[in-house]
C-alpha cells in the first residue's frame, strides 16, 4: 500500500519553527525535535516548514534519508555535501572542497567533511537563514549521528536551525548518541488534527464539502490521524455515493495495523495479542490493565511494558482505563483476527467480567458477540439479557441457544420469560419442529398466563402452517389434560372447520364457543368471538350480538385473538361496518405500540380494516393507497381468488368509480369478475355490487339489475343480510331504485332503519334516513334528508355527508328554491372534492349550473380549452394587451377569443362579468375544465397488463395520489371573481 503524508492546518506550529529562525540570528544553532505517533504527519511538517523557509528567501536543506540510508554514515555525510554544495554561489574553492570531501572515502574523510561543511555553512549564513530538516532521526546509527552531532557543533554560532523527527515509542537504532544528539533541543509532540482541519483536509481530498455529521464521524473514528483520514478518504471516494456517518466506525482499512505499528512489533506476538486483545474486550465497555493482562495470557509485568510501549507510541491512552485511540485501529485489529479468536476473547472476557461481578449487560453482550454459545453456570438474567441482544442483532440461533438454556435451567418468572419469548423466535426455519419445541414447553409452565401465551403462539402457528396439526394437536391434548385449557385442542378443531360451514351456521357455531369458555379454557374467547361477531354481520340476524362480539373479542390480547387469521379482521370491520371507524382506528393503533411493531401493521387484513376506515370517513385516496398495498402483500394466485382478495378487489372498484377513474375499475373487475375467476361463495358480494354499480354508471341498467338478481339470489341461498356491507347502505338503495326494483329499495331501506337502531351509531342513522329519502314518495324527503344531514355533520363520515347534501340540494331544486338548493349543491361538491370523488363533484357541480338560468349549460360546455384560458385570464382583471403578452399571441386573437365567449355566454363585454359569475358554482366549472369522468387511459393500460392484484405494481403506484384537475386551474388557487384581488387574496374560492 502506498501511503500519501497529508498536511494540514498546524500554524501554532508553524508559528514556533518560524520563531526559531529569528532566534538563530542572535543565539545561533536553534535545535527542534519533532515527535508524535505513525502517520500524525511529521514528515508534512517537515515539507511545509521547508517551503515556508524558501519562499522568505531562506535556505533550506532536506535530507531525504531511507532506512538504509541512515545506517550508512558516508551517505549521509555525501548528501549533506551535495546538497551544500548546490546551494553556494558560482564554482568558488568552498564548492570543490564540499564535493571532494564528500566523494572521499578515505581514513580522514569525517575531519575534512566537517570542515568543508563549516566553511560553506559560514559562508551561506553571511546571505540568509540555513535551515537543516533530518526525517526519522531515530533511525539512523551510531555513526551517522556522530557526524551530525560534530556538524550542529561547527555550526553553533551560525543562524541556523535544526529540526529533527522521531517517531514516538520506536526504539533508537544508537539512544546514547541519540541522546546526546537531542539534548537542549526544543520539542514539539504533534496531535491529531481538530475537526475542521479534518473535514478541510477530507474535503480537499474528495472535492466536495462533507456534512457536519460525516466529518464529525470521520474525525472520531481517526482521532484527527492525517494518514488515517487520508486511508479513509481513499475507501470514501471508491464508493459511488458517500456513506452513512455510521459505517465509517465499521470500515476495515487495509494495512492499518502494520503502519500504525511498525514491522517490528507487528512481529512481536505478546504486543500483537494484547493490541488485539484491547480492541476485543474494550468493545462494550473499559478494560483495566489486570484484566488486560489476563485476557492476552501476558504476566503482569509483561503486559506493562507493553502497554507502555503503546503508550510512548501514543496508540493507547495513558490511565488506568486501557483503550486504543483511533476507533478505525480496533476496527483493523479486530478485522483481521479469525472469527474463533474473537470468540475466544469475547467468552474470555465474559468469564473474567463475571467472576469479578461486573454489570450482567456487559456480561451479557460479550457472551452474545461469540458465535459460540458458551454453556455453563450462568446466571439466567445474564442469559436472558444475551439473548436479547443476539436478537436484536439477527443472531436468532444464539439467542435460541440462551433462551433454551434458561428454559431447562431456571425456574419461576425468568424461566417464563424465557419460554415467552423463545415461542417468538421458533418455527423460522422449520415450523414444524419449532411447533414441536414448544408444545415441549407446555409441561413445563406453571403459569396460566405463560401456558394462555404459548398456546395462542401455538395457534397462530398452526393457521400459518401447511403441515399436517393432527399429530401436534394430539400432544397439545394430552399436554392439557389436567390444567384450565383442557378441551383447548378440540375446539381449536372446530373453529378450523367452520369455514366450510354455511355462515348461519358458523354463526351458531362460533357464539357457542363464545359463550362456553370452559369448552376450551378461555384461550380461544377473543377468537372464537371475533369469527363469531364477523358471522353474525354478514347473516344480519342480530347487529347488536355482533357488535357485543366485537368488542369482546377486541378487549382481549391480540395475540390471542390472531389465533385464528380472519379473527382479527371480521372483529375490526365489524365495527367498520356498524358505523364505528373511529373505534376500530382506535385499537389499529395499538399495533403500532412496540410490543406489536411490523408484524401485524404490514399484513394484508390490517391495511384492508385501515382501507375501510378510510372510505368509512370519506377518504378515497388514502383508501385507495392502503387497498393497493394490501393487495401487493397477498401472495399471487392463479386460481379463484381467496375471500380476502376478494372483498379487497370488490372495495378497490367502488374507490376507483368514485374517482371518477372507470377505465381502472372495468379492468379491474375483468380480471376477477369473468365467468372462470367469480368465487361461488357469500364473499364475492362486493364484486357483484361493483360490477352493477359500474353498468349502472354506463347506462347498462339492464345487466346492472341482473348483478343485482344474483346478488339477492346468493344472500337469499346462504342466509345472508345484504344491509351488513358499508358500499351497500351508501349505494344500495338508489341503485335498486334506478334500476326499477322499487319493492325491493323500499325493502332494503326499511332494513338499513333497523339496522342502524340496532347498532346506535350516528353515521349507519345518517345512512338510514338517506335511503329512506331515496324511497319516500310523498312529501317527506326534504325532512328526511334535512335530518340525515344534521345527524351526518358531527361524524366523520364526510362522503355520506357529500351524498345527503347533495340530495338535499336536487330536492330543493326541484321545489324551485333554487338560492337554497346551490347551497346545499355547494357544499355537497366541496365535501366531495375534499374526499377524492370526483365522480360525484362533477355530477353535483352539473345540477348547480342546470339549476341557474344565465348563462345556459350548453353555453359553457361549448367554450373552447383556450377560450376558458383567455376568459379566466380577463375575469381576473386582466387588460387584453397583458393577455396577449402573457400568452404570447396576438391582441388582434384575444379580442377574437373572448368575443367567442361573450356570445357563448350570452353577455356583451367585462361590464357583464359580475351578473354573469353570481354563482360561484358556474366560475368554478369553467375554472376546473369540461364536467366529464375523465377516462385514465395510462392507469387502465397499467391495469390491463394485470399489475394492481396479483402482486406487481398497484393500480395507481408512482402518480400523484390527488385527484387530477387541469394543472393551470387549481380550484384552490383560484379567487371569485365578484371579489377585489385585495380581499380575496390568498383565499382558496369555495365551490
Same mark, same amino acid.
Given at each position: 500500500m502506498t501511503h500519501r503524508r497529508s498536511f494540514a492546518g498546524r500554524w501554532d506550529v508553524r508559528r514556533a519553527l518560524a520563531k526559531a529562525g529569528q532566534d538563530s540570528m542572535s543565539e545561533g544553532l536553534v535545535r527542534y525535535v519533532v515527535s508524535g505517533e505513525a502517520g500524525i504527519g511529521r514528515t508534512a511538517l517537515l515539507d511545509q516548514f521547508v517551503h515556508d523557509v524558501e519562499l522568505q528567501g531562506g535556505l533550506a536543506i532536506r535530507l531525504p534519508w531511507g532506512r538504509a540510508d541512515h545506517d550508512d554514515a558516508t551517505k549521509v555525510a555525501g548528501d549533506l555535501a551535495h546538497a551544500l554544495a548546490a546551494r553556494l554561489p558560482g564554482e568558488g574553492a568552498h564548492r570543490d572542497a564540499l564535493l571532494r570531501a564528500g566523494a572521499a572515502a578515505d581514513m580522514g574523510w569525517e575531519r575534512a567533511l566537517v570542515e568543508a561543511v563549516r566553511s560553506a555553512i559560514d559562508v551561506l549564513t553571511d546571505e540568509a537563514l540555513v535551515v537543516l530538516t533530518v526525517d526519522d532521526v531515530h533511525r539512523a546509527s551510531s555513526a551517522s549521528l556522530e557526524f551530525l552531532q560534530r556538524v550542529t557543533q561547527v555550526?553553533?554560532?551560525?543562524?541556523?536551525?535544526?529540526?529533527?523527527?522521531?517517531?514516538?515509542?520506536?526504539?533508537?537504532?544508537?539512544?546514547?548518541e541519540l541522546a546526546r544528539l537531542l539534548l537542549g533541543g526544543r520539542e514539539i509532540v504533534l496531535s491529531g488534527l481538530t475537526e475542521q482541519q479534518a473535514t478541510t483536509m477530507l474535503s480537499d481530498r474528495l472535492g466536495r464539502r462533507l456534512d457536519n455529521a460525516l466529518a464529525t464521524a470521520c474525525h472520531r473514528a481517526t482521532a484527527g490521524n492525517p494518514f488515517l483520514l487520508d486511508a479513509?478518504?481513499?475507501?470514501?471516494?471508491?464508493?459511488?455515493?458517500?456513506?452513512?456517518?455510521?459505517?465509517?466506525?465499521?470500515?476495515?482499512?487495509?494495512?492499518?495495523?502494520?503502519?500504525?505499528?511498525?514491522?517490528?512489533?507487528?512481529?512481536?506476538?505478546?504486543?500483537?495479542?494484547?493490541?488485539?486483545?484491547?480492541?476485543?474486550?474494550?468493545?462494550?465497555?473499559?478494560?483495566?490493565?489486570?484484566?488486560?493482562?489476563?485476557?492476552?495470557?501476558?504476566?503482569?509485568?509483561?503486559?506493562?511494558?507493553?502497554?507502555?510501549?503503546?503508550? !510512548?507510541?501514543?496508540?493507547?491512552?495513558?490511565?488506568?482505563?486501557?483503550?486504543l485511540r483511533h476507533p478505525l485501529l480496533r476496527v483493523a485489529l479486530t478485522g483481521g483476527m479469525t472469527l474463533m479468536a474473537r470468540?475466544?476473547?469475547?467468552?474470555?472476557?465474559?468469564?473474567?467480567?463475571?467472576?469479578?461481578?461486573?454489570?450482567?449487560?456487559?456480561?451479557?453482550?460479550h457472551l452474545s458477540a461469540s458465535t459460540v454459545p458458551q454453556e455453563g453456570a450462568w446466571p439466567a438474567g445474564v442469559m436472558l439479557r444475551a439473548a436479547d441482544i443476539a436478537r436484536r442483532k439477527g443472531h436468532h440461533d444464539i439467542a435460541r441457544?440462551?433462551?433454551?438454556?434458561?428454559?431447562?435451567?431456571?425456574?419461576?418468572?425468568?424461566?417464563?420469560?424465557?419460554?415467552?419469548?423463545?415461542?417468538?423466535?421458533?418455527?423460522?426455519?422449520?415450523?414444524?419442529?419449532?411447533?414441536?419445541?414448544?408444545?415441549?414447553?407446555?409441561?413445563?409452565?406453571?403459569?396460566?398466563?405463560?401456558l394462555r401465551r404459548l398456546i395462542s403462539h401455538i395457534g397462530r402457528t398452526l393457521s400459518d402452517s401447511d403441515e399436517e396439526n393432527q399429530p401436534i394437536l394430539d400432544a397439545i391434548g394430552a399436554a392439557l389434560a389436567g390444567t384450565a385449557l383442557r378441551g383447548w385442542d378440540r375446539a381449536y378443531r372446530t373453529l378450523c372447520r367452520v369455514a366450510d360451514e354455511p355462515p348461519p351456521a358458523a354463526a351458531k357455531i362460533t357464539s357457542t364457543l363464545a359463550e362456553r369458555p370452559e369448552a376450551h379454557g378461555g384461550a380461544l374467547m377473543a377468537a372464537a368471538s371475533g369469527l363469531a361477531a364477523g358471522y353474525r354481520h354478514v347473516v344480519n340476524d342480530d347487529p347488536r350480538a355482533a357488535l357485543r362480539f366485537a368488542r369482546v373479542a377486541l378487549e382481549r390480547e391480540i395475540d390471542e385473538l390472531d389465533t385464528q387469521p380472519l379473527a382479527l379482521l371480521a372483529a375490526l370491520t365489524v365495527l367498520v361496518e356498524s358505523g364505528y371507524p373511529a373505534e376500530a382506528a382506535a385499537h389499529l393503533r395499538k399495533l403500532d405500540d412496540e410490543a406489536y411493531g411490523p408484524r401485524y401493521t404490514q399484513r394484508p387484513d390490517v391495511l384492508f380494516v385501515r382501507a375501510q376506515i378510510a372510505f368509512a370517513e370519506g377518504n378515497l385516496t388514502a383508501a385507495e393507497n392502503e387497498l393497493n398495498s394490501a393487495l401487493a402483500a397477498l401472495p399471487p394466485t392463479s386460481g379463484r381468488p381467496g375471500p380476502l382478495r376478494t372483498r379487497m378487489v370488490g372495495l378497490l372498484a367502488l374507490v376507483l368509480l368514485c374517482e371518477g377513474r372507470t377505465d381502472d375499475a372495468e379492468a379491474l373487475l375483468r380480471r376477477y369478475d369473468g365467468p372462470e375467476r367469480r368465487p361461488d361463495s357469500w364473499w364475492a358480494g362486493n364484486l357483484l355490487f361493483a360490477s352493477a354499480f359500474l353498468r349502472a354508471g354506463d347506462g347498462d341498467l339492464h345487466r346492472a339489475a341482473a348483478d343485482l338478481t344474483e346478488l339477492w339470489e346468493?344472500?337469499?341461498?346462504?342466509?345472508?343480510?345484504l344491509v351488513g356491507s358499508a358500499p351497500w347502505r351508501i349505494y344500495g338503495v338508489g341503485l335498486l331504485a334506478q334500476v326499477g326494483y322499487t319493492g325491493w329499495a323500499r325493502q332494503a331501506a326499511d332494513?338499513?332503519?333497523?339496522?342502524?337502531?340496532?347498532?346506535?351509531?350516528?353515521?349507519?342513522?345518517?345512512?338510514?334516513?338517506?335511503?329512506?329519502?331515496?324511497?319516500?314518495?310523498?312529501?317527506?324527503?326534504?325532512?328526511?334528508? !334535512?335530518?340525515?344531514?344534521?345527524?351526518?355533520?358531527?361524524?366523520?363520515?364526510?362522503?355520506?355527508?357529500?351524498?345527503?347534501?347533495?340530495?338535499?340540494?336536487?330536492?330543493?331544486?326541484?321545489?324551485?328554491? !333554487?338560492?337554497?338548493?346551490?347551497?346545499?349543491?355547494?357544499?355537497?361538491?366541496?365535501?366531495?372534492?375534499?374526499?377524492?370523488?370526483?365522480e360525484l363533484s362533477v355530477r353535483i357541480r352539473q345540477q348547480v349550473l342546470a339549476s341557474h338560468e344565465h348563462p345556459s349549460l350548453r353555453g359553457v360546455l361549448s367554450l373552447t380549452a383556450r377560450e376558458?384560458?383567455?376568459?379566466?385570464?380577463?375575469?381576473?382583471?386582466?387588460?387584453?394587451?397583458?393577455?396577449?403578452?402573457?400568452?404570447?399571441i396576438t391582441v388582434r386573437t384575444?379580442?377574437?377569443?373572448?368575443?367567442?365567449?361573450?356570445?357563448?355566454?350570452?353577455?356583451?363585454?367585462?361590464?357583464?362579468?359580475?351578473?354573469?359569475?353570481?354563482?360561484?358554482?358556474?366560475?368554478?366549472?369553467?375554472?376546473?375544465?369540461?364536467?366529464?369522468?375523465?377516462?385514465?387511459?395510462?392507469?387502465?393500460?397499467?391495469?390491463?397488463?394485470?399489475?394492481?392484484?396479483?402482486?406487481?405494481?398497484?393500480?395507481?403506484?408512482?402518480?400523484?395520489?390527488?385527484?387530477?384537475?387541469?394543472?393551470?386551474?387549481?380550484?384552490?388557487?383560484?379567487?371569485?371573481?365578484?371579489?377585489?384581488?385585495?380581499?380575496?387574496?390568498?383565499?382558496?374560492?369555495?365551490?
Open positions: 555550526c553553533a554560532c551560525r543562524s541556523v536551525v535544526l529540526v529533527l523527527s522521531v517517531r514516538l515509542g520506536e526504539s533508537a537504532q544508537a539512544p546514547a479513509l478518504s481513499a475507501w470514501l471516494m471508491a464508493g459511488d455515493a458517500l456513506p452513512e456517518p455510521t459505517a465509517v466506525h465499521k470500515v476495515v482499512l487495509p494495512g492499518v495495523v502494520e503502519y500504525l505499528l511498525g514491522p517490528a512489533l507487528c512481529a512481536d506476538l505478546n504486543t500483537v495479542r494484547l493490541a488485539e486483545t484491547i480492541a476485543v474486550a474494550g468493545r462494550f465497555g473499559s478494560v483495566d490493565t489486570a484484566m488486560a493482562a489476563h485476557l492476552s495470557g501476558l504476566g503482569l509485568v509483561d503486559a506493562l511494558k507493553t502497554l507502555d510501549l503503546l503508550v !510512548r507510541m501514543r496508540l493507547v491512552a495513558d490511565n488506568d482505563a486501557v483503550e470468540n475466544a476473547v469475547h467468552l474470555t472476557t465474559a468469564a473474567y467480567l463475571h467472576e469479578h461481578g461486573a454489570p450482567a449487560d456487559m456480561v451479557a453482550a441457544r440462551y433462551l433454551t438454556l434458561v428454559v431447562d435451567s431456571a425456574s419461576g418468572h425468568e424461566q417464563s420469560e424465557a419460554m415467552l419469548e423463545l415461542v417468538d423466535l421458533r418455527g423460522e426455519p422449520d415450523a414444524v419442529s419449532g411447533l414441536e419445541a414448544v408444545v415441549g414447553m407446555l409441561p413445563m409452565a406453571r403459569d396460566e398466563f405463560v346468493r344472500a337469499t341461498e346462504m342466509g345472508l343480510g332494513s338499513q332503519v333497523r339496522f342502524a337502531e340496532d347498532t346506535g351509531s350516528p353515521l349507519e342513522r345518517g345512512r338510514g334516513l338517506r335511503a329512506l329519502a331515496q324511497v319516500a314518495t310523498d312529501g317527506t324527503k326534504e325532512e328526511l334528508l !334535512r335530518e340525515a344531514v344534521a345527524v351526518l355533520e358531527p361524524t366523520r363520515g364526510q362522503l355520506d355527508l357529500a351524498y345527503a347534501a347533495g340530495d338535499l340540494g336536487r330536492v330543493l331544486a326541484q321545489q324551485k328554491r !333554487r338560492d337554497e338548493a346551490v347551497t346545499e349543491l355547494t357544499r355537497a361538491a366541496r365535501l366531495a372534492d375534499q374526499c377524492g370523488a370526483i376558458r384560458e383567455i376568459l379566466i385570464d380577463a375575469v381576473r382583471g386582466m387588460t387584453n394587451r397583458k393577455i396577449s403578452e402573457f400568452r404570447e384575444v379580442e377574437l377569443h373572448l368575443s367567442s365567449a361573450y356570445r357563448k355566454l350570452g353577455i356583451s363585454g367585462r361590464d357583464d362579468f359580475p351578473e354573469a359569475f353570481r354563482n360561484r358554482a358556474l366560475w368554478t366549472l369553467i375554472t376546473d375544465g369540461q364536467p366529464v369522468v375523465r377516462r385514465s387511459k395510462s392507469v387502465g393500460s397499467r391495469a390491463e397488463a394485470g399489475t394492481s392484484a396479483v402482486g406487481r405494481e398497484p393500480l395507481g403506484h408512482g402518480r400523484d395520489p390527488r385527484p387530477s384537475r387541469r394543472s393551470d386551474t387549481r380550484l384552490t388557487e383560484l379567487s371569485d371573481p365578484r371579489q377585489s384581488e385585495d380581499t380575496n387574496a390568498g383565499r382558496p374560492f369555495p365551490v
